[in-house]
């Protein structure tokens, strides 16, 4: 019978090899392991696509429970509300507090403008019913509303390069999907679009006063849109959300730029309330989030079949 031979740096007596020591094992029983576990998995994956229980019996070991599907988790108590050593607070000692805002300066930022603008809240007047809102970059685009009422060519200008850049962003996001082979921008268009279609609906929020309307917007002719909340500023940060992933940064500040330029044309024309440009960069990142997300689940479940 052959043995397998091992360097040592002692001189030891390889006869307890032969004595069935497990300090030295043999070829043999190397071997006998190795087609055993063979065996054992040719076996348990004949037993998984035929659905045979006694195939699969035999190739689990008899220590082993096969009642547990590998799906199945174990049922765990309910993370009790109050941790087992106590509050968390009651360790944080004089020096900890002080020294608070330096270790987390935008939390504590956050929390001063939250007790401001609760400050302004309740005290503020509301609008009253008759009127038209107040609309803080209404306010601050003036003059630019006024220079685009009294030249409705140049309002015309401006509203065809907006939809220029309109035409950009779906020809970037439908390049990802039919040419790169990559549609997470364009599930999270479709998600916001579908989302502002309802909220949109539910929420018909009036014309705002001194709208300058042109034929050359998009959508062109004039037709009835949804204020609340603005496609346009939504779709750029889809399109640069995914710039950015390719690191196309160059391409992805120009959006940016873009953008920005587009929201101060939507408030000097009336076309949108500050409020629409501002749910539009939300709905815009949270859109792209969701849309990974679904990539993910999509990945694990082709896994998983």
Known sequence: MIRVKFKTKSNVD???????????????????RYYS?????LASSFASTSGSSATAAMAVPADRDTSVSKKTEPLLPPVPFVPP?????????????????????????????????????YTLRMVPASSQPVDVGFVHTRTLHRALAARPDLNSALAALNTVFVGMQIAYILWNFLVEGR?????????????????????????PEGFLGSGVDFPVGNVSFFLF??????????????????RRHSLAWTFDVLNMLQMLRLLATRGHYTIDLAAGLGAGFLSDILAGKYEEWKKYRTWQL
Not at 37 to 41: A, D, K, P, Y
């Open 85 to 121: 050593k106590g509050p968390a607070f009651s360790v944080y000692s004089v020096g900890d507090v002080a020294g608070l805002a330096r270790r987390h300066p935008v939390p504590c930022a956050l929390t001063l403008s939250l007790l401001f603008f609760m400050g302004v809240e």
């Open 229 to 246: 909340f603005s496609g346009h500023v939504g779709g750029s940060v889809i399109a640069t959300q995914d710039m950015r992933r390719m």
């Open 37 to 41: 576990l063979l065996l054992t998995s």
């Open 14 to 32: 390889r006869s307890a090899a032969d004595e069935g020591d497990d300090t030295y094992p043999s070829r043999d029983s190397y071997c006998a």
């Open 183 to 207: 549609p997470r921008s364009t599930v999270a268009a479709l998600f916001m679009f579908t989302c502002r279609g309802i909220l949109g609906y539910s929420t018909q929020l009036p014309l």
